[in-house]
């Protein structure tokens, strides 16, 4: 027989109370004298022996009842094989769930400051020559090693909260990979067992003791979900909106929730919003851009228990001056130059014949406009820029202008066709970036350019941006090899077949396709994916790194490709916030990261959600006076399980007959 909870059996001690009280009678008896009892003598000796009997009887049942009550209460059990082999084990493993749900509570204490409390509390239950493995979401191989009573504790207090997200698989792959080094007695984890979304678990352990510190509904949460530019920050005076979603998580209504927007540590505006429960609404906020360069903001609201989803971190640049080559003929160049003379744009003009490949690599938008042919060497500059590229094609191209075009990741045209009329462009691809703040609403016969001719491409070209009157591409936009956009102009930049050099998109949509050259700018990322970004950087031999909110710095995975460097980073930052990354003691970018809001989502497990996932129903104990936790027993159902209330049956029968021995035996 094993006992679940040994401690009780001290309380067997208490026994000899009632055992000195029977055999040490403190009571005084005083003595009276009578003429005669000689006739009283047989009778007193009579009842003296009934006496002791019934004394015997009474002191017997209630040693009983005491006995089975306290082993009731140290929960007996028969052990079965594999319990034998435990038993003799002396490895405890305890792994305590510390992600950002844990801070929520149903009543005065989160699920976090109940988990440390009752950590601690399993840990001080064992015999001091027991040894602990203490596991949590964080990344930590160093976790897996055995550790002291004392040892234990110290790491339990040392535990703080993490943004590092796991699943319940990936929580089982842990405690699987702990028991591979290491056979313990007991496996316990302690959470508030929110669901991660997922279905049936493929590598849960057996034997493996779940501790829900909290249940019922999740508090009532709001949260910053999401942030969209409704438009690219590239310019100085630009008015900078964003598209920032929120929502109430909760079951109640919610009121007068104040959304703030920062940039660069100053409130730029703000809007008071209410929402329903379980309501998200899409709000817009905005600022001007005052300069250029590197910018960091963040939306902000105010929401408690749960606080991590109550920032949303962001950051972005506008370039001082963006590099822009054109390829061209001199008779074609001129309506293209004074496209390009706005002054956040550098310009260099190039003819076929005079093209410096050092511009085409430093350049972040290149225009081909009507080359026939191009000297050996410009393609492979145009691919080594990771440069936007216009071509705009010519009228008689040559073949390695085809070759080009197929290092670009265009196919080439079947044939040049002319119209006997012009005709007008159709299916505008209203949603793409070259078409930002070029019309006031979507009508459905915009003014477009005429075309008497162009070449024809197949309709599955790309992402088709305009077209010709039939369904062919005529302003398409293809991906190079490199990952760079390129785009395609089917018809000549003429004005007798091509009257877009003329027309009011001429402008707009070539300063578009420069002006976003950089790429749409990614605003944030999320903690826990493998996030990777390009940077521009000119030096060859730079070492970026990223600098910490403690001032430490990490050094992120870097690798040179072309112009830019690719910067990945896995292991830190650890928590949400914006980070610089620099040069030495230049700053090269910042990386803005934000919290994953599926803690935010998910609710917590019911009774039967957790015993549909994991076999088994969680059970109610009281840890040294503390509110009630849910707990799966230790112990197998059937014999097991039943035991301890067949000695408490036992103790109450003892107990009964002690009563009826008191009550009715002379």
């Known amino acids: 027989m094993h006992f679940l909870i040994p401690a009780f059996l001290w309380a067997l001690f208490a026994l000899s109370i009632p055992i000195i009280i029977h055999l040490f009678r403190f009571k005084r008896f005083k003595t009276f004298h009578f003429s005669q009892i000689r006739w009283l003598k047989k009778l007193s000796e009579q009842q003296k022996s009934s006496r002791r009997l019934k004394h015997f009887l009474i002191l017997t049942s209630r040693l009983l ?33 510390n992600t950002q749900s844990m801070m929520g509570a149903n009543g005065g204490e989160t699920a976090w400051n109940a988990a440390i409390q009752t950590a601690g509390r399993l840990v001080r239950s064992y015999p001091a020559d027991h040894s602990f493995v203490v596991l949590s979401a964080d990344k930590d191989p160093a976790a897996f090693g055995l550790l002291s009573q004392v040892e234990a504790l110290q790491k339990i207090q040392s535990l703080g909260l993490t943004y590092n997200n796991l699943s319940w698989d990936e929580i089982g792959n842990k405690l699987q990979m702990a028991g591979q080094q290491v056979d313990f007695k007991d496996v316990f984890v302690l959470s508030d067992f929110q669901s991660d979304g997922g279905g049936a678990l493929e590598n849960w352990p057996s034997n493996v003791n779940l501790v829900q510190m909290t249940s019922g509904e999740m508090p009532d949460n709001i949260s910053i979900d999401t942030l969209l530019f409704t438009s690219p920050p590239v310019r100085i005076g630009q008015i900078l909106e964003v598209e920032v979603v929120v929502t109430n998580r909760g079951k109640g209504d919610a009121s007068d929730i104040l959304v703030e927007f920062e940039l660069e540590d100053e409130i730029r505006d703000g809007l008071r919003i209410d929402l329903s429960a379980g309501e998200s609404k899409q709000i817009t906020l905005s600022s001007s851009l005052r300069r250029s360069g590197l910018h960091q903001g963040k939306i902000v609201i105010d929401d408690f228990p749960i606080t991590f989803d109550d920032q949303l971190y962001f950051s972005f640049n506008v370039p001082e001056e963006i590099p822009v080559v054109l390829i061209s003929e001199k008779s074609t160049s001129g309506a293209l130059s004074r496209v390009f003379s706005d002054s ?79 005709s007008i462009l159709a299916d505008i691809a209203w949603d793409d970036p070259l078409f930002y703040g070029v019309f006031e609403r979507r009508e459905s016969q915009p003014d477009l350019p005429k075309v008497k001719g162009g070449w024809v491409f197949s309709a599955g070209s790309g992402n088709a941006i305009l077209s010709f009157a039939d369904g062919k591409p005529f302003l398409f936009k293809q991906y190079a090899p490199n990952g760079a956009e390129v785009f395609v102009m089917a018809t000549p930049m003429e004005t007798k077949i091509n009257t877009f050099g003329q027309h009011a998109l001429l402008v707009p949509v ?24 390009d940077y521009p950087v000119k030096d060859p031999n730079a070492q970026l790194k990223i600098v910490l909110k403690d001032g430490s710095e990490s050094i992120p995975s870097q690798r040179k490709i072309g112009q830019v460097f690719q910067v990945r980073w896995e292991d830190k930052p650890v928590e949400p916030g914006n980070f610089v990354l ?13 919290a994953n809001r599926k803690e935010s989502t998910f609710p917590r497990m019911n009774v039967q959600e957790i015993v549909d996932l994991f076999g088994h129903a969680p059970t109610s104990i009281k840890l040294d ?27 109450f029968i003892f107990a009964t007959v002690e009563m009826m021995l008191i009550r009715f035996l002379p």
């Open 65 to 97: 009842a005491l006995v089975l009550m306290i082993l009731a209460f140290a929960q007996p059990f028969f052990a079965n094989d594999e319990d034998e082999g435990r038993t003799n084990l002396k490895q405890v493993l305890i792994f305590i769930d």
């Open 344 to 422: 956040i744009f550098n310009l260099s003009v190039f003819s076929p014949g005079n093209i410096q490949l050092s511009g085409l690599r430093s350049a972040s938008a290149i225009v081909l406009n009507g080359i026939s042919d191009l000297p050996g060497g410009v393609t492979d500059a145009l691919l080594s820029s990771n440069a936007r590229v216009f071509v705009i094609m010519p009228e008689t191209p040559s073949e390695s202008f085809f070759q080009m075009l197929g290092k670009l990741g265009v196919s080439s045209p079947a044939r040049y066709r002319e119209f006997s009329e012009p």
């Open 510 to 533: 070539f300063h578009n396709f420069a002006l976003y050259a950089q790429g749409s700018q990614t605003p944030y990322f999320i903690l826990g994916q493998n996030n990777s970004v």
């Open 582 to 594: 620099q040069n030495g003691i230049y700053r090269v970018g910042i990386i803005s990261v934000n």
């Open 625 to 651: 006076g503390s509110s009630e936790i849910k707990v799966a027993a230790l112990i197998d159902s059937g014999s097991k399980s039943g035991l301890w209330w067949n000695v408490l049956l036992l103790a």
